[in-house]
T-cell receptor
Framework: KQEVTQIPAALSVPEGENLVLNCSFT??????LQWFRQDPGKGLTSLLL?????REQTSGRLNASLDKSSGRSTLYIAASQPGDSATYLC???????????FGKGTKLSVKP | NAGVTQTPKFQVLKTGQSMTLQCAQD?????MYWYRQDPGMGLRLIYY???????DKGEVPNGYNVSRLNKREFSLRLESAAPSQTSVYFC?????FGTGGYGYTFGSGTRLTVV
């Protein structure tokens, strides 16, 4: 059974720092990996989608990498800002069932 | 705005009451999903509809039923609500089922409390 783990569970950094969020998954048979952002009391906003054949995707200050063979992905946030404070969720698409399996998230707090 | 719309946004039910959560998407997606989000548990799939006219159970289907009314709409019904069903419910859609080229789009959620 596919399991997705996100480390750390919570992270607090001063504004301006570069930071890395980690995601690991137990079964490398995935179709894609998606990073989401969730603000308190809100829905999920898709940040980046990496297909299984890709190594990384970039959007603005965000860069996500995927190493399918080792079951790992990282989300790199450059020059963090207080507006980046949110919970970041990693999810993998398991092809046989079309089911998106989620990690429990990393709660990020960026202090001014 | 294009996307996934869920109604209602908030609901309080008494144990044993029934209700239907509504979801509609206007992106012409074939596949739709219902998830629930609980503290410490993450998001878990309740039911999904790979295409219009089909529905299948996910990880936690007990106590729920679904209807894919048409290509746009996918509803979730609680027949006899229980306190264990207190949760935040998210509807999502994707262009097609089980393919890697496209991501999921989520609605803003329904916060349900069963007392």
């Amino acid at each position: 059974k596919q399991e997705v783990t996100q480390i750390p569970a919570a992270l607090s950094v001063p504004e301006g720092e570069n930071l890395v969020l980690n995601c690991s998954f137990t079964d490398s048979a995935i179709y894609n990996l998606q990073w989401f952002r969730q603000d308190p009391g809100k829905g999920l906003t898709s940040l980046l989608l990496i297909q299984s054949s890709q190594r990384e995707q970039t959007s603005g200050r965000l860069n996500a990498s995927l190493d399918k063979s080792s079951g790992r992905s990282t989300l790199y946030i450059a020059a963090s800002q207080p507006g980046d404070s949110a919970t970041y969720l990693c999810a993998v698409l398991v092809g046989s069932q079309g089911n998106l399996i989620f990690g429990k998230g990393t709660k990020l707090s960026v202090k001014p | 705005n294009a996307g996934v719309t869920q109604t209602p946004k908030f609901q309080v039910l008494k144990t044993g009451q029934s209700m239907t959560l509504q979801c509609a998407q206007d992106m012409n997606h074939n596949s739709m999903y219902w998830y629930r989000q609980d503290p410490g548990m993450g998001l878990r799939l309740i039911y999904y509809s790979a295409s219009e006219g089909t529905t299948d159970k996910g990880e936690v289907p007990n106590g729920y039923n679904v209807s894919r009314l048409n290509k746009r709409e996918f509803s979730l019904r609680l027949e006899s609500a229980a306190p264990s069903q207190t949760s935040v419910y998210f509807c999502a859609s994707s262009p097609n089922f089980g393919t890697g080229g496209y991501g999921y789009t989520f609605g803003s959620g329904t916060r349900l409390t069963v007392v």
